[in-house]
């Protein structure tokens, strides 16, 4: 049985810049992230649980409005 790990999928109604990824990161850092890839013109970030993923799916309205996001789990 293949592992499953939290994620959440982030997408965006316009392009992000470099800057406002980094920022993102920086915001989302403190959810724990533990890891973090583009897909498909999206961002998906990695949690240590799911309930850190859940903090931070909840915490995106206020960091980024433009964001729309999908909480998965991701097999290995």
């Not at 920022?23 to 961002?43: K, N, Q, S």
């Not at 409005?65 to 290995?76: K, M, N, Q």
């Amino acid at each position: 049985m293949d592992r499953k790990y939290p994620a959440l999928l982030l997408r965006w109604t316009s392009p992000q810049d470099d800057d406002q990824r980094d920022r993102l990161l920086a915001e989302l850092d403190e959810f724990g992230i533990t890891a973090a890839d583009d897909v498909d013109g999206a961002a998906r970030f990695f949690f240590p649980t799911i309930e850190a993923r859940d903090r931070a799916a909840t915490a995106m309205s206020s960091i980024d409005p433009s964001a729309t996001g999908e909480c998965a789990l991701i097999a290995d």
